[in-house]
């Protein structure tokens, strides 16, 4: 319940017409059922082939012959099957605006659900970023999205159902008040005893959703190392590992399948039970007129089939809010952890970008000490060292990622966090050590999709990343499709194609992490040359092994053991240099 009052107070308006429609759908049709019995009683005693219709008694027979005479109705049977017909016309109509509602309320669900999670993750600070499994997350923006959704549509629809029970009861009531109330609170006793199947598709959901996130997450891993596995014949061992994810999912879904069965497989003997019974007291103990009968037992029979409906869609309502619960836990924790926007400084890149005693490090290791360097604006940096000394970590305390854990990297002489975060970040193109590109042409993978950009932008990073040539000679040229992390190019080429999506923007630094380590040494001595050449025009700083990169360089520093110190342009790298 806790979850259809949240989608309700999320979504009010529609929610609101929603119910009003329904409740306006279950008024009209209990019109139409308190048509039926003097209708019925009518046509009982009615001579055979006879048009006219005798006197009304008493009941609610009379309160259908008072309205149709307000409204100038004749009171025969012709105009009462008449009105039962537009009353039903009616409903359904009503019933369609409502559903018409759920329908289009529950795209609003997906759509706002998926987006609060893709805002929420990609506004996270990077080291909480960092610890997310990506299967688990594509699992929320699919899998637990759509169940989410879908326990909006059963709660509406059991909501919907509820509404149809109350207007059977209330017409109910006007037949037979003791009979109803007797065969309402053995109704009630039913759905109780039968709760337990509810908490146990309850239990089995939870479950269910907890497994999707790791066998997702794990899929998406096994995936992503398969080209490994293949090539050392141990695809084997990941069929293994998702095969015990599988295989405990498959228990989950089963005891789902199980308890839905055995609510219905239950239910419908109990209710068939107590509406043999009921008939036989109205029969044989009440002495009931047959009309009343009739009536009563038609509104039984469609009040326990709702209610049985009510308590099979709740069930499915329980099935689903794990994933609801799953995804705003995902979003509210990824909320706490909301990147800080920085400062309202406008930032520019005009002289040069300074640390200044900086430390950082994880927990108690430090990785970077006591550091201070300066990379002069339209200069080309380089900077060496060996894995796991911290160039990668300078890189990411200049463009914000991280923060120190004591000093200050100044952009122009601002502190970081004072200067406004995402404006400095458009001012970088960054290129990383891994290059994953999109399963899509190469004009989307340079551009990212975004429409102000021109062929001529896309022409101009092509040539300045050393990519026009071979994308040129290609059949479908920019329009080329790269396949699954650019798996149709070599690993030279899906490099310069990274390049050229960085220099599209014509950032003011461009920052390559060992981005020409997959190039033959013809094809990084192009590229080299091409950002030499750029190096007037732009400040970049390239982390890197490569010697290539650094014989180009302006300026060299070397970090190790959390220190860094800066080597003459041009150097052998094993010669001795002075520490900033």
Not at 133 to 159: D, F, L, P
Request: net charge positive; hydrophobic share 50%.
């Amino acid at each position: 319940m806790q979850m259809i009052i949240k989608f309700a107070r999320s979504y009010p308006m529609q929610s609101l017409t929603m119910l009003l429609a329904l409740i306006m759908a279950g008024v009209v049709e209990g019109v139409g059922l308190t048509a039926m019995l003097p209708l019925l009683k009518k046509a009982i005693d009615l001579p055979l082939g006879s048009a006219a219709v005798p006197a009304v008694s008493t009941g609610s027979d009379k309160v259908i012959d008072t309205v149709l005479s307000f409204f100038g109705i004749p009171s025969t049977i012709g105009w009462l099957l008449f009105v039962i017909l537009i009353v039903a016309i009616i409903r359904s109509l009503l019933i369609l605006i409502a559903k018409r509602k759920i329908g289009y309320t529950v795209a609003h669900v997906a759509t706002d659900l998926r987006l609060a999670l893709l805002r929420a993750l990609l506004s996270t600070r990077w080291e909480y970023f960092l610890g997310q499994q990506v299967g688990s997350m594509a699992n929320a923006a699919g899998t637990e999205v759509m169940r989410a959704s879908k326990g909006y549509i059963h709660g509406a629809t059991a909501i919907a159902m509820l509404i149809q029970v109350l207007a059977y009861f209330v017409v109910a009531m006007l037949v037979s008040w003791k009979t109803t109330l007797l065969f309402m609170g053995i109704t009630c006793v039913i759905l109780l005893m039968l709760y337990k199947m509810v908490t146990k598709s309850r239990r089995a959901g939870k479950k269910q959703t907890r497994l999707l996130q790791s066998l997702l997450a794990r899929l998406s891993d096994s995936l992503n190392s398969l080209k490994a596995y293949k090539a050392m014949g141990r695809e084997n061992l990941a069929e293994e590992l998702l095969s015990t994810n599988t295989k405990q999912l498959k228990k989950a879904l089963r005891k789902q399948v199980f308890s839905k069965a055995a609510l219905r497989g239950i239910q419908e003997p109990l209710m068939t039970l107590l509406m043999i019974s009921g008939l036989y007291i109205m029969l044989v103990h009440m002495e009931m007129e047959l009309p009343k009968i009739m009536m009563l037992i038609f509104l039984m029979a469609r009040m326990l089939n709702q209610a049985g409906k009510v308590q099979r869609t709740y069930q499915d309502v329980a099935i689903c809010e794990s994933a609801y619960w799953s995804l705003q836990e995902k979003i509210s924790t990824a909320q706490k952890y909301k990147e800080p926007p920085g400062g309202g400084a406008k930032a520019t890149l005009e002289h040069a970008i300074t640390f200044n005693h900086v430390d950082f490090g994880y927990g108690d290791r430090l990785i970077l000490k006591d550091v201070s360097l300066e990379i002069i604006s339209r200069t080309f940096t380089s900077i060496i060292g060996p894995s796991g000394s911290g160039k990668t970590t300078l890189v990411d305390l200049i463009t914000g990622l991280f923060q120190p854990v004591k000093g200050t990297v100044l952009i122009d002489g601002t502190p970081l966090p004072e200067l406004d975060l995402r404006c400095w970040r458009r001012m970088i193109g960054y290129v990383p050590q891994d290059t994953i590109l999109l399963h899509d042409s190469i004009l989307i993978n340079v551009t990212l999709g975004e429409p102000s950009l021109t062929i001529e932008d896309v022409e101009y990073a092509l040539k300045s990343a050393g990519a026009w040539a071979f994308v040129n000679n290609m059949a479908d040229g920019v329009h080329t499709a790269v396949g699954e992390r650019g798996a149709k190019l070599s690993g030279g080429q899906r490099q310069r194609i990274a390049i050229a999506r960085a220099l599209i923007h014509r950032p003011q630094l461009l920052i390559l992490d060992e981005a020409t380590s997959a190039l033959d040494p013809k094809s990084e001595a192009e590229i080299c040359q091409t950002l030499k050449e750029l190096s007037g025009c732009l400040t970049i700083l390239a982390i890197s092994h490569q010697t290539a990169l650094v014989d180009v360089a302006d300026r060299v520093f070397q970090i190790a053991d959390g220190d860094v110190v800066q080597l003459p342009a041009k150097s052998d790298f094993n010669q001795p240099a002075a520490t900033l």
